[in-house]
């Protein structure tokens, strides 16, 4: 009987550890699943460079979630879908960025419209 009892503790260890390992793996994975639940996607306008004349187009200097003064971007955007822009960044980059200290804007940049899309053209060029 005393035989039986000592061949049963390693496997018992055995047991015992995929068990953990199981429980770790269902509860990681759900972990997981609830962060990425969280996310939905966010959709630009499509139209928000849609232009007929320069008149209609503007420079931003923000189109994603750091300013061009934090080595973000510059662009050019249909005058009435500058709110709707803003509203965009703030849905898409809810959390604090990282932006780097290294000022990107350009005072010559001009909003004109090429090809029914507004575009950035520098006096400089």
């Known amino acids: 009987m005393q035989a039986g009892r000592t061949s049963l503790a390693p496997l018992m260890l055995i047991v015992a550890a995929g068990l953990a390992t199981a429980v770790m793996l ?4 759900l972990s997981f699943y609830d ?9 630009l306008p499509y139209d928000i460079f849609w232009c007929a004349k320069d008149d209609h187009c503007e420079v931003v200097d923000q189109v ?3 300013p061009c003064e ?3 971007a510059q662009a050019a955007v249909t ?10 960044i703030k849905d898409a980059c809810r959390e ?3 932006c780097v200290q290294l000022d990107l804007c350009r005072a010559d940049a001009e909003a004109v419209c090429r090809d029914r899309r507004c575009a950035i053209e520098y006096s400089d060029d």
């Open 26 to 29: 269902v509860l990681g994975t």
């Open 35 to 43: 962060k990425t639940a969280e996310l939905k996607p966010v959709i």
């Open 64 to 66: 994603g979630c750091c």
């Open 70 to 72: 934090q080595g973000g």
């Open 79 to 88: 005058r009435w879908h500058r709110d709707d822009l803003r509203r965009f």
């Open 96 to 98: 604090e960025p990282v």
